[in-house]
């Protein structure tokens, strides 16, 4: 499926009012991991309650140990401080990246705002090197404007 075909699927998953908030993540995670052949791990990270970390939410792909992470560390950590996409081509050459899987090449990590605030931020990671694009970074957002529908 393209992003096109994939945006109508996000929206009904998000309408549909007989799944909760975590069905309705799991779901959009799956429906991503499933159509996007380079979508190797697909998962959303949330702001830890006042703490200044993130704590995983609903995902698909290898179990992580990184259940809980600080703000500015690895992507997703950077992402949190800076509220903008980060796009890692390859992240062997990043020095603050956080290791999930030995066969993961590259990383998308787009954040989610909730009356202007970063409150999370979708992750992505691939066992491609470099497959992301522009497109990729405009779908993703488009994904975290509908998902921010749900957590206010």
Same mark, same amino acid.
């Given at each position: 499926?393209?992003?096109? @075909?994939?945006?109508?699927?996000?929206?009904?998953?998000?309408?549909? @009012?007989?799944?909760?908030? #975590? &069905?309705?993540?799991?779901?959009?995670?799956?429906?991503?991991?499933?159509?996007? @052949?380079? $979508?190797?791990?697909?998962?959303? $990270?949330?702001?830890?309650? #006042?703490?200044?970390?993130?704590?995983?939410?609903? $995902?698909?792909?290898?179990?992580? @140990?990184?259940?809980?992470?600080?703000?500015?560390?690895?992507?997703?950590?950077?992402?949190?401080?800076?509220?903008?996409?980060?796009?890692?081509? #390859?992240?062997?050459?990043?020095?603050? $990246?956080?290791?999930?899987?030995?066969? %993961?090449?590259?990383?998308?990590?787009?954040?989610?705002?909730?009356?202007n605030e970063n409150i999370g931020q979708i992750d992505i990671d691939s066992n491609t090197a470099d497959p992301?694009? &522009?497109?990729?970074?405009?779908?993703?957002?488009? %994904?975290?404007?509908?998902?921010?529908?749900?957590?206010?």
């Amino acid at each position: 499926m393209t992003f096109t @075909d994939l945006k109508p699927e996000i929206k009904n998953i998000i309408a549909k @009012d007989s799944l909760s908030k #975590d &069905e309705k993540l799991l779901k959009v995670c799956e429906l991503l991991e499933k159509h996007i @052949d380079y $979508y190797n791990w697909v998962g959303f $990270y949330f702001k830890n309650g #006042d703490k200044n970390e993130l704590k995983l939410g609903p $995902y698909v792909g290898e179990p992580t @140990d990184h259940t809980i992470i600080p703000f500015g560390k690895g992507i997703c950590g950077q992402v949190a401080v800076s509220n903008k996409n980060f796009v890692v081509p #390859d992240v062997n050459a990043q020095d603050n $990246y956080i290791a999930c899987s030995i066969t %993961v090449k590259a990383e998308i990590v787009v954040p989610i705002f909730v009356n202007n605030e970063n409150i999370g931020q979708i992750d992505i990671d691939s066992n491609t090197a470099d497959p992301f694009t &522009e497109a990729d970074e405009r779908f993703l957002e488009f %994904v975290c404007k509908q998902v921010a529908k749900i957590l206010s």
